[in-house]
Structures are given as C-alpha cells and as structure tokens.
C-alpha cells in the first residue's frame, strides 16, 4: 500500500498534527476567552500512539508532518517526541507553528532534536495592541523566542500575521520592515470563519487584495511573484526587491486554495479531519486503542482520505460553518 491519493487525484504528503488543544494565549479569532471545553487529557493520543500513526502515514507516503495545536510547547515531553518523529525514516519535513511565547529557552533543542523550519503568529509590534488581539499575551517573550529561532538556525522562519482592519491593519508596512530586518518570511492571514471566536473574527475582515494594494504602494513597485510562489500550500508568495525574503498572502474567503491541497489533520484526541472548512473526521484512535493492526490502521486512514472533499464550504453557506475551533484543529 503506498500513495495516498484523494478521489480527486490531489496526492496527500503533508499532514498537520494538533498535540493539544490547550494554549497559553486566547487570540479572540481563535478561542474565546472564556468558556473554552477543553478535551480531558486521556482523550489525548500519547505520543506514543502519535509516534505510531505518524508512523504509518510516513508508509503511506506523507513525507511532511507539522506539529501545532493549541500551542506545541505547553504540552510536556514534546522535545523527546520530536526526537522520536525524527527517527522516522520516511519523514523528511518536520515543522512546528507556536505563538513562540515559550520558544527562546527550546529553539535550539527543538532545532538539534529536528524541527527545522517554524511558523510564529505575531500580529502586531506593539505590545498593547498585542494583548488585546491574544487577550493575554506579552510581546517581548514573543520577539524573543523568534530571535532564538533565527540564531538556532530554524528556516525558513515565517511569521504570521492575521490581518484584521481597525485592530492591526495599521502595522501591514511596518511588520514587513521587521521580518526583512530579521530575514525571516512574512505570510499576511485573512480571517477565517472557523468556530464562534473565528466567525466573530472576520468582523475585522479585510481581503487579499487590499494587503496587496497597501505592500506595493509600500516597496514603491510592482509585486513580483517569488520562485515557486505557488506550491501546495494556500500561500501566494512574493519577492522583496532582490533580498531572501518573501511576502506571502493566505486568503480563504477570497479564494479558493482547494484545488491543490495537499494536506489533511489530526486532532490531538486523534481525529483525522479532511478539510479545514468541512466537517467530514474519522477516529484514528479508536482502532488504536482496539489494538487494530498496522495494516488495519492504514485501511482507516485509505478509506477516510477517499471521502476527502473537493473544497471548503466558507463562503457557501453561513448555517453550515463549522462552529469548530481552529485551536482544535491546530490551524
Ligand atoms: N498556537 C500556534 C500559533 O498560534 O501559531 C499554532 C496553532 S494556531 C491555531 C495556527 C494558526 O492559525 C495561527 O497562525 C493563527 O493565527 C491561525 N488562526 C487561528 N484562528 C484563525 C482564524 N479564525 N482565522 C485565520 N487564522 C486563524
Ligand atoms: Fe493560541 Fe495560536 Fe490560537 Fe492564538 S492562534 S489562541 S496562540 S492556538
């Protein structure tokens, strides 16, 4: 058995692992503030069980996996699992997105151990702007942990900037300044209307083009389309003069970036989830915890990825968006 291939034809490599649900920040366009049902514990795959569907997806033919959540690194013993995943032989891409609160003290163990590219959420430079967008969070453990993961030699490292007009949008120019400064990539997010705090989100909508209009009137030119500025993934990237660094623009609502995708997920109680906007999930883990065979396993996973849909619904019908959380689905 090898090759995971959806029914329309979009070849699977690339799988996205939520390993908590749990997070230190409550970005309002992602969990509300209060409230939150967290999974209990036991719900949680073990990072054995995770080591082992990970595993089997690598059999399968995923050469890509990206650690997320909630936040990675609230959730203890990730170093010793990572070193676990690196063993992996088929695994040739391992990646981490964080809000990077607690990475200055992990980035170089993290690096040593096999992460070697990350994606950090960073919405604004000022600090008060920030806590109010992540509702508690404190910037300058933020900057710090993206410095720490410049100097571990992460890279690409990409921040993400979740676009939001009236909260942010006045910092469009001047967070690309900072990540040129730094060398790091910088992808502009629309809001997404996924879960109640995601729907309350896009509230602060501004669209694709807009971002656009405002970075070419800032570099004075013509954006140019980076080298491989369209791959699988929902970013557009551009180039930055003629420097390393690229500005990429994921834009959900505005368009459609199903037709190329390339990934599905994991919850961290073991869900497998087809597409971001849809609710079509199958457990992994209760085979798992059947004691399924490996090969049982793999048929749980070849038939889910057979009902992979074609595309998100977001824009199609408001009854029908998932009042999911993008924490749980680690973004
Ligand atoms: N905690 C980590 C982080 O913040 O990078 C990983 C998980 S977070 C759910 C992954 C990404 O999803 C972040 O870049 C975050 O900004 C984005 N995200 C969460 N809710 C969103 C929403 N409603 N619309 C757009 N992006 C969202
Ligand atoms: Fe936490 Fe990331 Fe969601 Fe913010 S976006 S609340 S940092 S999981």
């Known amino acids: 058995m090898t090759g995971l291939i959806d029914p329309f034809q979009r070849v699977i490599r690339y799988l996205r692992v939520s390993v908590t649900d749990r997070c230190n920040y409550r970005c309002f366009y992602c969990m509300p ?13 073990s990072f054995e069980e995770l080591t082992r569907v990970i595993r089997l997806f690598t059999e399968l033919g995923v050469d890509k996996v990206r650690l997320t959540g909630g936040e990675p690194l609230v959730r203890r013993g990730l170093l010793d699992f990572v070193k676990q995943l690196q063993a992996l032989p088929g695994l040739k891409d ?13 980035a170089k163990d993290l690096r040593a151990a096999g992460v070697s590219r990350v994606n950090i959420s960073l919405d604004s430079l000022d600090p008060d702007i920030f806590r109010k967008i992540t509702v508690n969070g404190d910037l300058a453990p933020v900057l710090r942990g993206i410095d720490a993961a410049l100097e571990a030699g992460m890279h690409p490292v990409k921040i993400n900037m979740v ?20 060398g790091a ?33 800032h570099l004075g030119e013509e954006l140019i389309p980076a080298k ?8 557009r990237y551009y180039q930055v003069g003629d420097g390393p660094v690229r500005v990429g623009v994921i834009s959900a609502l505005s368009r459609h ?5 390339n990934r599905v997920r994991l919850t961290a109680k073991g869900d497998l989830v087809l597409c971001l906007g849809q609710e079509d999930r199958v457990s992994l883990r209760d085979g798992l915890r059947q004691g399924y065979s490996d090969d049982q396993i793999k048929e749980v996973i070849l038939d889910a990825i057979a009902k992979k849909p074609r595309s998100h619904e977001f824009n199609d019908d408001k009854s029908k968006v998932s009042l999911r959380h993008m924490s749980s689905l680690g973004g």
């Not at 676009?163 to 730094?182: C, F, H, K, T």
């Not at 970036?257 to 995708?261: E, L, P």
Request: net charge negative; aromatic share 8%.
């Open 33 to 45: 503030s209060q409230g939150m049902q967290w999974e209990e514990r036991a719900e949680f795959l």
């Open 163 to 182: 676009v939001m007009r009236g909260l942010n949008d006045g910092e469009i120019e001047s967070m690309l300044d900072y990540a040129v400064e730094r």
């Open 185 to 217: 990539d910088l992808r502009y997010i629309e809001t997404m209307p996924i879960g109640e705090a995601g729907i309350s989100g896009t509230d602060y909508y501004m669209p694709a083009v807009e971002i656009l209009a405002r970075l070419k009137k």
């Open 94 to 106: 391992l990646s981490m997105s964080s809000n990077a609160h607690l990475l200055s003290d992990q």
């Open 257 to 261: 970036f199903c037709d190329d995708c």
């Open 228 to 235: 491989g500025g369209k791959g699988a993934g929902p970013a």
